[in-house]
């Protein structure tokens, strides 16, 4: 059974910023894309930025576009999410995601998702 396992949320100030990571296991990581996606309350939750298998090919929502970035380590089974230039409006809690390929992820058909990490930017 794949679990995928977020870690490096937390509270930052305007401006700041953050790390996720997202350690893999029980599966096929390194031929599997990956995905971070966010949710705020009454809010769906909203694509953030994929990767494919090999992490030449990456995606990210024109919402954090310039700000994000998204990377992956296969010998680690761990995908990153970089988060800098925080703002109030990136407060979410933030979910790590398997799928497919990159277009699945994209669209938010995912086989995996992991529990989710919060990520709180104070203004």
């Known amino acids: 059974q794949v679990q995928l396992v977020e870690s490096g949320g937390g509270l930052v100030q305007a401006g700041g910023s953050l790390r996720l990571s997202c350690a893999a296991s029980g599966g096929t990581f390194s031929t599997s894309a990956m995905g971070w996606f966010r949710r705020t309350p009454g809010k769906e939750r909203e694509f953030v930025a994929g990767?494919?298998?090999?992490?030449?090919?990456?995606y990210v929502a024109d919402s954090v576009k310039g700000r994000f970035t998204i990377s992956r380590d296969n010998a680690k089974n761990t995908v990153y999410l970089q988060m800098n230039s925080l703002k109030p409006e990136d407060t979410a809690v933030y979910y790590c995601?398997?799928?497919?390929?990159?277009?699945?992820?994209?669209?938010?058909?995912?086989?995996?998702w992991g529990q989710g990490t919060q990520v709180t930017v104070s203004s």
């Open positions: 995601a398997q799928g497919r390929n990159l277009r699945s992820v994209v669209v938010g058909t995912v086989d995996y």
């Open positions: 990767i494919m298998w090999s992490g030449v090919n990456t």
